[in-house]
Each structure stands twice: as C-alpha cells, then as structure tokens.
C-alpha cells in the first residue's frame, strides 16, 4: 500500500471512529482535502443531515449503552469512554436508574439509548433518557440521528482541531 492510499485508510478510519456510517464516511472523504476544520466540519454535517433510518441503525451498532464502558482501545472506544465521564458517574443510585432507563427505552425502541453524553452530568442524561421514553418512533428516531451527527462533529473537532491543513490530503 502506498502512502497516499495508507493516508486515506487511516483519514477513513478516523472518521468511522466519529460516525460508524459508510456512506458518511465515503461522502466526507471522497471530499477530502479539506482547507480549514471548519470546512471539514460543515461537509461532515451535511452529510450526516439526515441520516437514514438503516444508517442511524448502522451507526448504533457502534455504540455501548450509557453507563456501560465500551470494550476495546479503537479510537471508537476512546472517545466512548471520555464521552461518558462525568463528575457524577460512579453514584450507584444514578447508574441504577441508568441502567432501569436503558431497559425501558430498549424495550419500548428496540435498540440502545443513545445521546451526546459529553457535557452532560449523569442526571442530565437520566432526565433525557426519561422524556425521550415518552416519545413517538419517528420523534425518537429523529433525535438519534441528531445525537449521532453532534458525537460525530465534536469528535473531529477534537481530533483536527490542530491539525495541519490540508485535512484529510496524502502525505
């Protein structure tokens, strides 16, 4: 593998790592280089604007339940366990009604809660995960993909904000 070809794997994989999407992926790379983060960043939010039904599936699928530490030490699982620490976390009472929640939401949706958890105390996602419970599939759904698309922009932004521009460009 060349260097153009081992750099556009790993700008790929980096970007897996923010939204496990494919057809996001191929849409934010295939535009690559891009000439400022915030370049980056707008493409990116335009390609996660909407997300499809299958995809917000696909991109869950990538995701450990709030409250449950995500295995492995891929990027994925990095940003995962930064994402999910917060001030609050180990009080047993908040992770038991966490966890009573994510039971609730998965029985009523059939698939994982999920929210942008960093910034947010544990509370603060106990009160979400409770109001969104209470939602409609199509209303939940929609605010899935929206939880998908914040992850995913503040993930790059934290991986590229120093980075050197050109972004995305082979060596």
Same mark, same amino acid.
């Given at each position: 593998?060349?260097? #153009?070809?081992?750099?556009?794997?790993?700008?790929? @994989?980096?970007?897996?790592?923010? $939204?496990?999407?494919?057809?996001?992926?191929?849409?934010?790379?295939?535009?690559?280089?891009?000439?400022?983060? @915030?370049?980056?960043?707008?493409?990116?939010?335009?390609?996660?604007?909407? $997300?499809?039904?299958?995809?917000? @599936?696909?991109?869950?699928? *990538?995701?450990?339940? /709030?409250?449950?530490?995500?295995?492995?030490?891929?990027? *994925?699982?990095?940003?995962?366990? %930064?994402?999910?620490?917060?001030?609050?976390?180990?009080?047993?009472?908040?992770?038991?009604? /966490?966890?009573? =929640?994510?039971?609730?939401?998965?029985? #009523?949706?059939?698939?994982?809660?999920?929210?942008?958890? %960093?910034?947010?105390?544990?509370?603060? /996602? $106990?009160?979400?995960?409770? #109001?969104?419970?209470?939602?409609? &599939?199509?209303?939940? #759904?929609?605010?899935?993909?929206?939880?998908?698309?914040? /992850?995913?922009?503040?993930?790059? &932004? =934290?991986?590229?904000?120093?980075?050197?521009?050109?972004?995305?460009?082979?060596?």
């Amino acid at each position: 593998m060349n260097e #153009r070809t081992e750099a556009g794997e790993r700008f790929r @994989d980096e970007l897996r790592a923010c $939204l496990h999407v494919e057809r996001w992926v191929d849409e934010v790379a295939d535009a690559a280089p891009y000439g400022s983060l @915030d370049e980056l960043i707008a493409a990116a939010a335009a390609a996660a604007t909407p $997300l499809a039904s299958a995809e917000i @599936d696909e991109a869950l699928a *990538a995701h450990p339940r /709030i409250g449950e530490q995500a295995a492995g030490d891929g990027a *994925a699982a990095r940003f995962s366990r %930064a994402e999910q620490s917060s001030a609050d976390a180990e009080d047993p009472e908040l992770a038991a009604a /966490i966890a009573a =929640g994510n039971g609730a939401y998965e029985e #009523r949706f059939g698939r994982i809660f999920l929210i942008r958890a %960093a910034g947010r105390s544990r509370s603060e /996602i $106990l009160a979400e995960l409770t #109001r969104r419970v209470g939602l409609d &599939e199509a209303s939940d #759904r929609a605010v899935v993909g929206e939880q998908l698309r914040e /992850i995913a922009l503040r993930r790059l &932004e =934290g991986l590229y904000a120093d980075a050197p521009t050109p972004i995305g460009a082979a060596p």
